[in-house]
């Protein structure tokens, strides 16, 4: 029986190596196809192209420094442009901001307007109600409420 259980647990670990190994070579292989073509490269893309997991590719070492090092070529640090904004946008930017604290400033004004009016609603409904029902909200006698 442990004859048995040991070429199981062999068979098992050569065929995990084997599919491990096809992996390897499909996500290098998307790998260069991905260099080839001058598309970015990121392990999203090596991924897609190898068909393999995002997973696989950040547990290999070798594959992840590999995706690092071409991704950092690819995208070189940016450089800052020093850019002029013309006085035209100064004040362009100044009259739009005034006009958004404006209309800040009216609608709070309108949401105080709309409570109150909800409020008066409010005690309309609860007056008409009571007119309705034809009682005061009064129990005129403890007995009954029992």
Do not use: C
Not at 2 to 8: E, G
């Amino acid at each position: 029986m442990s004859d048995l259980h040991a070429q199981r647990v062999g068979n098992l670990t050569r065929a995990a190596q084997a599919k491990r190994h096809a992996a390897i070579i499909r996500a290098e292989a998307g790998l260069r196809t991905l260099i080839k073509s001058n598309a970015p490269v990121n392990f999203r893309s090596v991924a897609k192209a190898g068909g393999v997991s995002l997973d696989f590719l950040y547990r290999n070492d070798e594959l992840r420094r590999r995706i690092e090092q071409l991704r950092a070529q690819q995208n070189p640090a940016p450089t800052r442009v020093q850019t002029t904004v013309p006085a035209e946008a100064n004040s362009v930017v100044a009259s739009l901001t005034a006009r958004l604290r404006e209309a800040h400033v009216e609608n709070l004004d309108l949401r105080a307007q709309l409570a109150v009016a909800h409020g008066a609603l409010l005690a309309l409904r609860r007056a008409s109600s009571t007119l309705t029902n034809g009682n005061s909200g009064l129990v005129a006698d403890a007995s009954s409420t029992r």
